[in-house]
């Protein structure tokens, strides 16, 4: 006869939860919900820290020491470079950005509906592309710089100044170009949700509009218009191609010549790890400056903005600058594009492209619904437990954006090996002959998509954060106190709040995804081509003309979630219970 | 209803990423990791698999193959490395990454000098790194590299990166000709006579030779070919009709060679088919193919060149060893830094 002593089970329970009680004091963790919840986030805020960790790891063993040489020689043009590549990308990014998402918000003028939708078009332009596309655009022999020929007279380059896109000032331009929808998508999504109350209390308290936007509206978005300035200089930071191509000199360029004609992996590693604590370094400053103020609004707006027509004068100038975005962005390239195409409509193997599509669109999608479920997770155990450990750790994993793909992809790829050598040994054992000599995950697809979740895990934690940022502490408490429990707060309150940030993710990462292609390139399995990589193998025959075609679709495969992104966008008083 | 579909979508990853790697393990395979492009390797390749049925996988990228091979710790990547350049090559034999290789055919198909006597890589193309010269603007028909650095050239000369390994390949020619003090005093000469910074690639030096902006241009025999049939973008026939090329120091060590190369990976899982395959690349099909494709210059002794390259003109080889310049290939990288050549 067994019977279980009731008093001992008890005994045994109530031990348990007097642990699990000491273990939330100690944490200081919320005592409504099993801290059993916290496992998941951390496992997978530790998983995507592994490549990050493995770089710091290949950074601890270089050949030699690089930096005498560096220092001696090309470091302090590398560093001028990189600022001033960074300072303008993101002077120029904000620019752009900020006021046309402020024009477009807050007034109306010709052209104001078509601009608004598509300001965001840049976003599905590859800068590997655009800059191609420019170069060609102002290349010699091209229509411009032909009939500045033509009218001038003149027989030679020798004969007229013309500028050089291959310059600093091209890598700028080009960049921002296409950087900018970062800004725009982030600091429009907070002008549409920013308070009319207060705006209008600005107003009536004798500020002008111009006033207004100043001290009212832009530290009321500064949050988001961060978050999406470091994505743009992420970006900004870790392209190779346009820059290369331009002959600028950055601190990414080092990476590659300390690595691959050096023979110094470690060496350039190390360079990536300062790219790396340059950006950190930018979102500690942004903490600091904050010094701790919450954003989170305290009314919820009712009306919608009222827009301000805006006549004469100060229209024309207002289309105008929402508009050159858009033409500079996206038309000008695209119609390159389609020219370029034309000449290979004939020879091109549409076949060969259906699988190469099949390939991004399965990758991309894959890659961004779990970046999206590991933001979600990872923002939400953050804002229920108020754990700042998992905040600064998902940042520190997400800065890998910054990195150069390639150099991320070998980290990647270290990373699954070791992991490799674990389940090898085990598939062995369980009858899978040789397992532990094959790169299981390491060789497989999985890594691409690993490596999309790690590069692009900044884009869908950003998105996400900001988007659980903006829901005030006091509607989960009056859930609370109503008795509703976590879980019912996620699914009723949070995840209805926080829908368009949970969709601008899942677009961003996807869009990135699709565009993605130095890391695609070093990690995919045999044979296996996508629309990025394909683009790729015939740009380097130096045809760039012949790659058109494929370019074109990986623009046109990116407009689909940039029209869905803006119909999200375009439904100003979502959080209204809609 | 949900979980569900989640569940088997992951369970489907997961299947993926292990089957995934598995195809590609069966027999009558190899596996290539090549810096070459498809475009050049995809007919060889194909009629490799017509012979002799193995099948041939691949993974192209510019960067890092190299790396991934060494980082798979022995696992099977890949059984065959093909590169574009001799420093390459030696940068993973120098890891250990090579296996020895011995073949008659090899031996026989391939001059002593454009392999390695322990059969750890194979050379299979050589090319040299040449002068391109304005047809108009430069009356001179010869030409030599340590002339590139007299100021008569000033502002006349246009190059590619100096970190580009093409360059560095040549500047570290240069290194084992002259010793460090001199070479980096003629990089800084030929720093000082450049055009403008070094940017874009071969083709874009000669584009910059057509438009006016420069004289003289560094740049790999091959690309004159290209450019002289490319039926898809007949503007750079015009830009090879404003050229003549001519081949530096004919008159006496002859002209900067490299070599686009090949190794067998230690251990690897497909020897012998990857042998067979480096065997059918030295062989006459393949090399009369690089030669008339690319515009190379077939290692294979008695393989002629294309009659277009022939047309450039008669081609004196250095004789200075690969090895060499693969030696100062660091240093070269070094020297670029010093003189800020790229500045």
């Known amino acids: ?578 | 209803m949900y979980k569900t579909f989640l569940k088997s979508a992951l369970g489907a990853t997961a299947m993926m990423a292990i089957i995934a790697p598995i195809a590609v393990q069966a027999d009558g395979v190899i596996n290539v990791y090549s810096y070459r492009q498809a475009f050049l390797m995809q007919p060889l390749i194909d009629q490799f698999q017509k012979e002799t049925g193995i099948t041939v996988n691949t993974i192209y990228a510019k960067k890092g193959l190299v790396e991934k091979v060494k980082a798979a710790k022995g696992k099977d990547s890949a059984d065959l490395i093909l590169t574009v350049d001799i420093a390459r090559l030696m940068g993973a034999v120098n890891a250990g990454l090579a296996e020895e290789v011995s073949s008659d055919t090899l031996s026989a198909n391939i001059p002593a000098e454009f392999r390695d006597a322990d059969g750890k890589w194979f050379g299979i193309t050589s090319r040299s790194r040449v002068i391109y010269a304005s047809k108009e603007r430069v009356a001179q028909d010869a030409i030599t590299y340590e002339e590139l650095s007299d100021p008569k050239w000033k502002g006349k000369i246009c190059i590619r990166s100096g970190q580009h390994n093409y360059n560095l390949a040549l500047f570290a020619s240069m290194i084992a000709h002259h010793g460090e003090a001199d070479a980096q005093k003629w990089l800084e000469g030929l720093k000082a006579n450049l055009a403008h910074a070094p940017k874009g690639n071969d083709r874009a030096q000669a584009k910059s030779i057509f438009n006016g902006e420069c004289d003289l241009a560094i740049a790999n025999t091959y690309y004159m070919g290209k450019m002289q049939t490319n039926e898809k973008n007949p503007e750079q026939k015009d830009w090879a009709k404003s050229i003549k090329m001519l081949f530096p120091n004919a008159e006496d060590r002859g002209s900067h060679m490299n070599l686009s190369g090949v190794m067998v990976v230690k251990d690897a899982a497909n020897k012998a088919n990857a042998v067979k395959f480096v065997e059918f690349l030295s062989g006459d099909t393949a090399q009369k193919l690089y030669a008339e494709v690319n515009f190379e210059y077939p290692v294979k002794v008695g393989t002629e060149a294309s009659d277009m390259v022939k047309s450039w003109g008669a081609l004196k080889a250095d004789s200075l060893a690969l090895t060499e310049i693969a030696k100062y290939h660091k240093r070269a990288s070094e020297l670029v830094d010093i003189v800020k050549f790229n500045d």
């Open chain 1, 1 to 578: 006869m067994t019977q279980t002593n009731p008093i001992k089970q008890q005994h045994i329970q109530t031990n348990k939860i007097m642990w699990v009680a000491k273990f939330q004091a100690m944490f200081r963790l919320p005592r409504d919900i099993s801290p059993i919840w916290l496992l998941p986030a951390f496992s997978m805020v530790l998983c995507l820290l592994v490549p990050i960790l493995t770089i710091f790891k290949i950074a601890f063993y270089p050949e030699e020491n690089i930096w005498p040489h560096l220092y001696n020689t090309v470091l302090g043009g590398y560093i001028s470079d990189t600022l001033i590549l960074v300072v303008g990308v993101g002077s120029l990014t904000l620019v752009i950005g900020v006021l046309s998402a402020w024009l477009v918000t807050m007034y109306n003028f010709p052209g104001r509906n078509i601009a608004s939708k598509l300001l965001l078009l840049p976003l599905a332009m590859p800068s590997y592309i655009i800059a191609y596309c420019y170069v060609e655009i102002f290349d010699y022999s091209n229509f411009i710089q032909s009939s500045i020929r033509q009218l001038g007279g003149f027989n030679s380059a020798k004969d007229y100044w013309f500028f050089e896109i291959r310059s600093m000032g091209g890598a700028i331009f080009v960049l921002s170009i296409v950087l900018y929808p970062y800004i725009y998508l982030t600091s429009r999504a907070a002008f549409l949700q920013q308070s009319v109350c207060l705006l209008e209390a600005s107003r009536m308290l004798g500020k002008t509009t111009i006033q207004s936007f100043f001290k009212v509206a832009l530290p009321l978005a500064r949050p988001a218009i961060f978050v999406g300035l470091t994505l743009a200089l992420m970006e900004c930071l870790n392209d190779v191609g346009a820059v290369e191509f331009f002959g600028v000199n950055t601190l990414t360029v080092g990476i590659y010549s300390t690595w691959l004609e050096r023979g110094n992996l470690g060496g350039g590693a190390q360079i990536a790890l300062v790219l790396l604590a340059f950006i950190f370094i930018l979102i500690i400053v942004e903490k600091l400056a904050r010094r701790g103020a919450k954003y989170s609004h305290t009314t919820r707006q009712i009306r919608p903005i009222k827009r301000i027509q805006l006549a004469g004068k100060h229209a024309i100038y207002a289309s105008i600058f929402c508009l050159t975005p858009i033409v500079l962005g996206f038309l000008l390239p695209f119609i390159q594009l389609l020219h370029d195409s034309l000449e290979f409509v004939e020879v091109t193997d549409y076949f060969a492209f259906i699988g190469y599509a099949k390939n991004s669109l399965i990758l991309s999608a894959i890659a961004a619904l779990l970046a999206v479920i590991i933001g979600l997770f990872l923002s939400y155990s953050e804002r229920i437990f108020n754990i700042k450990l998992l905040g600064w750790m998902a940042k520190l994993a997400s800065v890998g954006y910054a990195i150069p793909g390639v150099i991320l992809g070998l980290g990647i790829f270290i990373s699954l090996i070791a992991f490799d050598d674990i389940i090898g040994p085990i598939l062995e054992w369980f009858g899978y002959a040789g397992a532990s000599q094959k790169m299981l995950l390491s060789g497989s697809i999985f890594a691409i998509i690993f490596a999309y979740l790690v590069r692009f895990l900044a884009v869908s934690y950003g998105a996400i954060e900001t988007g659980f940022g903006k829901i005030p502490l006091s509607y989960d408490h009056a859930a609370k106190s109503l008795g509703h429990h976590k879980n019912s707060i996620l699914r009723k309150i949070h995840l209805p709040l926080i829908r368009p940030a949970l969709a601008t993710a899942l677009i961003l990462t996807f869009i990135d995804s699709m565009k993605e292609l130095p890391a695609t390139l070093i990690l995919r399995p045999f044979n296996f081509d996508t629309l990025a990589t394909h683009v790729y193998e015939i740009a380097s025959l130096e045809i760039f003309e012949e790659a058109a075609i494929a370019a074109l679709f990986i623009v046109l495969i990116g407009l689909i979630p940039v029209y869905l992104l803006n119909k999200m966008m375009a439904v100003p008083n979502w959080r209204d219970g809609k």
